[in-house]
């Protein structure tokens, strides 16, 4: 399986561009990280071990774009990725090498994903022979087409259409063409759906191998309560349960059983190494909070470089015990983002500086970008809440100049009070859309049209008063 076969940069970029305004820096920086990665792994061997990924730290205010840059990343690039907040590992508990869990996390993620792909293929295959077993269970009697005939008097299998578990009896001496015709009758059904409601009895298998390797490759409390929850199941015994469904949900079961058993799970842990190691990404964000500004003292400061250090090995290249193996992380590529407006970047250890070398800055975003923000976006926050409230039935409608209206507001609080970026349009937006909120139900059937005064009528008392702003917006 070729890992990552990827977009360009250019498709990258444009595909950004339909949920990020702006930015277009740190796009093109992501995108031509993204694209490095398949280029490498079109080199032969021995260059390619040579090609370190150039690590980013995208660097720009709060609120204009950074994590969310993150997020549609995640969602496009194929690979496995992993988001994590660096102020994670100063919280109490996390101590040391539990900073290698974001390496476990990702190899997770690749794993769940391989997985996934793996059993899409099988799953035709999982299907006919989920179907097998429930005409199995349907038909207790015709053992996959032996004939094999239990006592009973009924001549012709009926079809009952109550809901009573069915065990369809067939008499003795059937010949096995006649017991394959009942069979296929069955499916017939089964297939046409006129089944789906009816009871049956299902022995559903305990999954869940319980594992002890977790216990080698962590020390988190998290983790320890999963080894603990698994030793349970062991001492209480993995037993087979018997259950009563549907044949909808047996169906559901059975597929899921037979996926679990025609996967081979070695197979899915070396593709899924060979993903994250080859081109897995970690986005650690807010690594700006475990800057230290070098002229404090005290608990938080240590415990802050302490996370840096241990970071340090992970992004330059080590070996990391998971419960699948040993993860070699020199190829994976971080990302690292914050907003910087405390420390910067050189408070951070000077190592750790160097292991990112390319610096992307994200820019503050304007009052023409806001308007462009509130309307362009895939999932603009105009679109939200007209559909929102439209489940209501209520119809909202902007008008040009509102919006262009909003979005001068935004910035003017913005400018005046604290730069919190296109989150202000949140707040803004809330505020605006209060009192339609608060009585859609009542207003179902009505169109509301949301016009420059409506914006001047609800917003500006509120962005006017210094003091009521400062709270409200
Ligand atoms: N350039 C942009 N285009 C579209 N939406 C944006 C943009 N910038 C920010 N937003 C929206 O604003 C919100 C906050 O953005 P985001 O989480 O990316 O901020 P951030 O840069 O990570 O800030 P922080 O430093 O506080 O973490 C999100 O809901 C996001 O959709
Ligand atoms: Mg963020």
Request: aromatic fraction near 4%; charged fraction near 30%; charge should be negative.
């Amino acid at each position: 399986m070729e890992p990552l076969d990827g977009m360009t940069p250019k498709e990258i970029v444009a595909e950004l561009d339909k949920y990020i305004i702006g930015q277009n820096k740190a796009k093109r920086a992501v995108a031509i990280a993204l694209r490095n990665r398949t280029r490498r792994l079109r080199l032969p061997e021995d260059s390619r071990d040579e090609i370190a990924p150039k690590n980013i730290l995208m660097i720009g205010p709060t609120g204009v774009g950074k994590t969310e840059i993150a997020r549609r990343l995640a969602k496009l690039c194929g690979a496995p990725f992993l988001k994590v907040e660096a102020t994670k590992y100063t919280e109490v508990g996390y101590v040391g090498r539990d900073v290698e869990s974001m390496v476990r996390d990702l190899m997770a993620v690749g794993f769940t994903m391989v997985k996934a792909e793996m059993q899409a293929n099988l799953r035709d295959e999982a299907e006919r022979r989920a179907e097998e077993q429930i005409l199995d269970i349907l038909l207790p009697g015709l053992r996959n087409g032996a004939g094999a005939a239990a006592t009973s008097q009924g001549t012709s299998p009926s079809f009952p259409t109550g809901n009573a578990p069915l065990a369809v009896m067939v008499p003795e001496g059937e010949t096995a063409g006649r017991a394959d015709h009942t069979r296929e009758k069955f499916r017939e059904m089964l297939r046409a759906g006129a089944l789906e409601e009816r009871t049956v009895e299902i022995t559903q298998q305990r999954t869940g191998m319980p594992s002890f390797e977790v216990f080698a490759g962590s020390s988190n409390l998290e983790d320890l309560e999963m080894s603990v929850a698994n030793i349970t199941n062991m001492i209480t015994g993995g037993k087979n349960k018997r259950r009563s469904v549907t044949v909808r949900e047996a169906r559901e079961i059975l597929v899921a059983e037979q996926l679990d058993k025609l996967v081979d799970q070695d197979k899915i842990v070396e593709e899924a190494r060979l993903r994250v190691e080859q081109s897995g990404i970690i986005f650690l964000d807010e690594i700006d909070k475990i800057a230290n500004r070098g002229d404090r003292g005290g608990g938080q400061d240590v415990s802050r470089e302490g996370v840096q250090r241990d970071i340090l090995p992970i992004v330059e290249g080590s070996n990391v015990n998971t419960k699948w193996g040993v993860v070699d992380t020199t190829h994976i590529l971080f990302i690292a983002a914050g907003a910087f407006n405390v420390s910067k970047p050189s408070d951070l250890i000077p190592e750790l500086q160097g292991r990112f070398p390319l610096r992307v800055e994200l820019e503050s975003l304007s009052e023409e970008d806001f308007r462009r923000i509130l309307l362009e976006p895939k999932n603009a926050l105009i679109t939200q809440y007209t559909q929102l409230l439209s489940t209501e039935g209520v119809n909202l409608e902007f008008d040009g100049e509102a919006i262009s209206r909003m979005s001068n507001l935004a910035a003017e609080v913005n400018s005046r009070m604290e730069n919190i970026g296109a989150r202000r349009l949140h707040t803004i937006m809330e505020m605006l859309l209060e009192d339609v909120s608060f009585s859609a139900s009542e207003l179902s059937g009505q169109t509301i049209k949301i016009t420059t005064s409506y914006v001047d009528e609800r917003l500006k008392g509120v962005v006017q008063d210094q003091d009521l702003s400062r709270y409200i917006l």
